[in-house]
């Protein structure tokens, strides 16, 4: 579906704007702190609609709370489903003073990279798609599939106030939707010399949790069997050191097969992490989406040295793999033990998406249309995006945002890390291929 595409650029130059846009984009503090102390979506979400407004595009702002500001805007033609394509406006918070450069400055230093918080998350993506549809809306090559831009807020908190808000009151923006594409995906590896781009094709779920353990309150100096403290430690001692088992979903069973086909082994359970680490810096990442994971992050109790409490808590961001969360939550309960209360702060689904059909195929043919000697294969993402939300309503989502990379660029540890920076060829590149993407989808 949609038009056919030879790998010729077109007349008009897709990567034109890229580069400015996505500075433009850092300057705008949108630091999400997790409540709502920060600057908010408004500023950049108002930005980004006069940006559309420009070529002829028109757009509605979502507010679930006042300066969260969401943005849906429709375009392209009338052949098929729409399709959504999802990036967040907001950015994990930056300490300007553990960095090398200003973290919303938006510098480019002589190195050939854009630095600033958003960079690559996700700043970079918002404005790859802009740049590409942008150039289309003025050279007139409107793509024949309807296209659903939506910019969100909140995603970095969970989307409670950006994604999910417009899937619980606005789904007639974009219930219509049947694929969808955001970000965390595209970006290239190199096993063995060879590049190999990976399209997010699941997430784990999520479930930030809050223990809390019960006892009887006491003078420090005597004996006391119920104190909470000691409960609750030993319950986060257990957690944090348990060695959760390998499991492979369909997604990682065909990464890890094309990183065998490179490494000459057949891919196995026993060998999955040794195959994980021939993809570098990715690593980081990857080794977390072939087993569930557990880290204790925050510890509560007491407000004087010589006071047991009669209570204590710990906060833990628990991570599960698709099909396998009953495992997950009973092996949690029992390293838990009776006396540990469990609650929510956030529990989201997992998702994995079967990797084939048209959009795959197209993805494939954009990257491999701007990198002939690559190769393109799924992972699952340790992580969350705003899919979680959009996936309710009935959609099949992929993670697509791509960048050609250095194979010396640890990427992964620039995801809410100090100098987050992309390379501005990756940023031209990126926009190059969204725009054949665009073409085809």
């Known amino acids: 579906m949609g038009e056919e595409r030879s790998s010729e650029q077109p007349a008009y130059d897709p990567a034109a704007e890229v580069v400015d846009l996505c500075r433009d984009l850092i300057r705008m503090d949108t630091s999400n702190y997790g409540d709502h102390s920060g600057p908010g979506e408004r500023k ?20 679930g709370t006042p300066g969260r500001t969401s943005l849906v805007a429709r375009w392209g033609g009338s052949e098929g489903d729409p ?21 919303f400055s938006g510098e480019i230093t002589d190195d050939g990279y854009l630095w600033g918080r958003g960079a690559v998350d996700m700043k970079d993506f918002d404005a790859m798609l802009l740049s590409a549809v942008r150039a289309r809306a003025r050279a007139g090559a409107v793509p024949e ?45 190199t096993v063995k010399g060879q590049r190999i781009y990976l399209i997010e094709a699941a997430e784990k779920g999520m479930a930030w949790m809050r223990l809390t353990a019960r006892g ?23 957690i944090g050191a348990h060695q959760w088992p390998v499991r492979l979903t369909p997604t990682m069973e ?16 026993e060998n999955a992490d040794a195959l994980v680490e021939e993809l570098g810096g990715t690593a980081r990442m990857l080794s977390a989406v072939i087993r569930n ?34 495992e997950f939550f009973e092996t949690l309960r029992e390293l838990c033990g009776p006396g540990i209360e469990i609650d929510f702060v956030s529990h989201q689904q997992p998702w994995e998406t079967p990797y084939d059909g048209a959009l795959v195929d197209t993805m494939t043919r954009s990257l491999l249309a701007e990198d002939p000697g690559a190769m393109v294969a799924p992972y699952l993402m340790s992580g969350g995006t705003d899919a979680k939300h959009f ?21 992964m540890s620039l995801f809410h890390g100090v100098d987050e920076r992309v390379p501005v060829d990756a940023l031209q590149f990126g926009a190059r291929v969204l725009d054949r993407f665009l073409g085809e989808a």
């Open 44 to 63: 950049a979400a108002e930005h980004v609609a006069t940006l559309l407004d420009e070529v002829g595009i028109e757009s509605t702002l979502v507010e």
């Open 145 to 189: 599939r309807p296209m659903v831009l939506c910019f969100t807020a909140d995603e970095e908190a969970g989307g409670h106030h950006g994604a999910q808000v417009l899937v619980e009151e606005h789904p007639d923006l974009l219930a219509d939707c049947t694929e969808a594409v955001g970000e965390v995906g595209g970006f290239s590896a």
């Open 254 to 269: 065909v990464l890890l097969a094309s990183i065998g086909q490179l490494a000459g082994v057949d891919p196995t359970p």
């Open 293 to 326: 994971t557990t880290n204790p992050t925050m510890l509560g109790a007491g407000y004087k040295v010589n006071v047991i409490p009669t209570e204590a808590t710990a906060h833990v961001d628990g991570r599960f793999l698709p099909g396998h969360e009953e």
């Open 216 to 238: 009887r309150a006491g003078h420090g100096s005597m004996i006391n069997r119920e104190n909470a403290v000691t409960e609750l430690a030993a319950a986060v001692g257990r």
């Open 391 to 411: 996936r309710k309503l009935g959609m099949r989502s992929y993670g697509f945002a791509p960048l050609r990379l250095p194979e010396d660029l640890d990427f």
């Open 83 to 103: 399709l959504l394509l999802h990036g967040h406006l907001d950015v994990v918070p930056a300490e300007a003073s553990d960095w090398q450069v200003d973290p």
